[in-house]
């Protein structure tokens, strides 16, 4: 079953619903974010060469956040095909360069759809799961979409953010 993200109240931004598929395959994670309804209004960065890159959330992004005992991950996946991972020890806290990385990440657009999908090193001891999204439109507005959000301004790293479980069945 899909997981519906909700557009935060402040935000503004195309009409279109973004849902996401996920399962845990051993020691990744499976992700293939959907956006569905007025995707020509979105600006799409452009495609570049695969690889590790940073600030990939001020454009439009997808996102994946993961708990760990020692904190948390976060995994930023672009449309251009690059991606990023940073571990974080505490709330907004101590961000470095994860180890963990992002596989076979692979955008397909058509005229009323887009989706993107990837594989995600988990890190060990994954726990909860937070999705995301931040979309930007052609005249610059952004808008914030997530499973939940906590508080009164968009913030994906917000504790109560991370509602699904991703432990793995004794």
């Known amino acids: 079953m899909p ?39 979105i600006r799409w960065p452009a495609p570049k060469p695969g690889g590790r890159e940073d600030r990939l959330w001020e454009h439009t992004c997808f996102e994946v956040f993961v708990t760990t005992s020692d904190g948390y991950r976060e995994f930023n996946l672009s449309p251009s ?24 990440l692979a955008p397909d657009l058509a ?20 999705l995301s999204t931040v979309i930007v439109a052609h005249d610059g507005s952004k808008s914030y979409w997530a499973l939940t959000h906590p508080g009164e301004t968009p913030d994906f790293h917000h504790p109560a953010s991370f509602i699904l479980d991703l432990t793995e069945p004794a």
């Open 111 to 130: 005229s009323d759809m887009f989706a993107m999908e990837a594989h995600i090193d988990l890190p060990p001891n994954a726990g909860k799961l937070a």
């Open 3 to 41: 997981a519906t993200l909700i557009r935060h109240p402040v935000s503004e931004g195309p009409d279109v619903v973004v849902c996401v598929h996920h399962e845990r395959q051993g020691d990744r994670l499976w992700v293939r974010f959907v956006v569905e309804g007025d995707v020509d209004a």
């Open 81 to 104: 095909h690059q991606w990023a991972s940073y571990r974080f020890n505490g709330y907004r806290m101590g961000m470095t360069d994860a180890p963990e990385g992002v596989r076979d």
